[in-house]
């Protein structure tokens, strides 16, 4: 998998629904276009709940993986 | 198409009509979810909906009214905080203070679980620029005045609603 570099990092561990997509819609405003953020969750529902955010906001999700039981997201800011 | 701009955001309306601790969870989700999404988000309080948008929030929940609602413990090992208590509702309708107990006990287990409480979700919405419109009919019914609820919201009636969810891509009764 390549590198991927963020420019902030959002931790979302603890929170369930709606929580993690309210802070990522949040925390994406404060960034540039073209920026990306990093998000973490624990919440099961967080991995299909970010595609569905992703494709109503038009920020895309580069990539959604597991890691060490955690949900680890990078969004970059499209619009 | 219904939509009178088709450039306009996607738009939820819902309406939210109970004013206990459980069904105040729906509309609220619901509505910041959307707000996160980019939506444009509009809510109709009405009957005892409505005391969802008083400054201080009282929604508490009954176990009476819910058979299936599952009594457990915010406390002590998991063992013993996923035991289901088998209460009859004979002792849940007749021992006194029994609903502000299960209410502290299901705010309690929200909390440990990560769920945001009803007044965090609200301070959400209005920060998401959640439209969110009082009842006048249930003000005039049960007595209350514009200034027993927050100053965010607006007052209006069946027709303002309406109005606004024509236009509205979901629509949902709560």
Redesign the interface.
């Known amino acids: 998998m390549d590198v991927l570099k963020e420019d902030q990092v959002l931790d979302c561990s603890?929170?369930?629904?709606?929580?993690p997509?309210?802070k990522?819609?949040?925390a994406i405003k404060t960034l540039e276009v073209g920026q990306v953020l990093k998000m973490i969750a624990?919440?099961p529902g967080a991995p299909p709940?970010m595609e569905?955010?992703s494709r109503?906001?038009g920020n895309e999700l580069l990539r959604s993986t597991q890691e060490d039981g955690k949900f680890v997201f990078y969004i970059r800011r499209s619009k | 198409m219904s939509k009178s701009d088709p450039n306009a955001p996607?738009r939820l309306a819902l309406i939210a009509s109970k004013g206990t601790l459980d069904w105040a969870y729906p509309p609220f989700?619901l509505a910041?979810?959307a707000?996160?999404?980019?939506?444009e988000v509009g809510v109709f309080f009405t009957f005892y909906g409505l005391t969802l948008l008083k400054p201080k929030l009282t929604a508490a929940v009954t176990p009476v009214g819910n058979p299936a609602m599952p009594m457990k413990m915010p406390f002590g090992p998991e063992g013993f905080q996923n035991i289901n208590w088998p209460i009859p509702q004979l002792i849940m309708a007749n021992v006194p203070g029994f609903n502000a107990l299960a209410t502290t006990l299901m705010k309690q287990t929200f909390e440990n679980?990560?769920?945001?409480s009803i007044e965090e979700?609200r301070q959400?919405a209005i920060d998401?620029d959640v439209r969110m419109i009082g009842c006048q009919m249930t003000m005039d019914v049960f007595g209350f005045k514009r200034e027993d609820f927050i100053k965010e919201c607006e007052i209006g009636g069946a027709a303002t609603f309406l109005e606004y969810a024509a236009d509205a891509d979901v629509q949902l009764f709560i």
């Open positions: 603890g929170m369930l629904c709606p929580m997509v309210v990522t819609s949040k624990t919440d709940d569905a955010w109503q906001t | 996607k989700i910041t979810a707000g996160a999404m980019g939506w679980k990560g769920v945001a979700l959400m998401l």
